[in-house]
């Protein structure tokens, strides 16, 4: 943590294609190994081709289904009388965001390879369409983390 006051946030460049800032959040967070022209390729056509079969226009799509993915609550630990507590906290906008996508991306990542999903291109599209359906793994883990919330909000006195 720096003594002179809050760090600002880094201004990300948008997208080439789109020029839209979300669209190159989510590349950063596909890209492995710095190859980015990879990871472009990836979002880019999975993007297309989930938007074509939901007849959406991609970057659309893509702000709906992280509209969908966005928590607003989450828990964090407080240590309170030699007792930690899994309080619940607000989630501010900007972590809204990035868990969203970490979420999504986490999700694609981990889907089981079967199924005619071989690529990151199709399990990303996959993902996609699942969280728009409200289904899928991303989309679980926004649910696992309201009900954790929900399930302790009797300890949430103990924000500050």
């Not at 943590?1 to 460049?13: A, D, S």
């Not at 080439?16 to 190159?24: A, I, M, S, T």
């Not at 930690?84 to 868990?99: A, F, G, H």
Request: charged share 30%; glycine share 6%.
């Amino acid at each position: 943590m720096p003594r002179k006051g809050p760090v600002p946030p880094r201004e990300i460049p948008p997208d080439p294609k789109y020029g839209d800032v979300l669209v190159q959040k989510l590349i950063n967070k596909v890209m492995k190994d710095g190859k980015k022209s990879v990871a472009e390729w990836i979002v880019y056509t999975a993007l297309e081709e989930a938007a074509k079969e939901v007849n959406m226009h991609p970057v659309e799509l893509l702000h709906k289904v992280i509209e969908k993915l966005k928590p607003e609550w989450e828990v964090r630990p407080r240590r309170v009388g030699g007792a930690t507590y899994q309080v619940p906290i607000e989630v501010p906008e900007r972590r809204q965001i990035s868990l969203a996508i970490k979420w999504l991306v986490q999700a694609a990542r981990e889907r089981p390879r079967g199924r005619g999903q071989y690529t990151m291109i199709e399990r990303l599209k996959a993902e996609l369409l699942d969280a728009l359906n409200e289904r899928g793994g991303a989309y679980k883990k926004k649910e696992e983390t309201h009900r954790m919330a929900h399930a302790n909000m009797v300890f949430s006195h103990f924000r500050w």
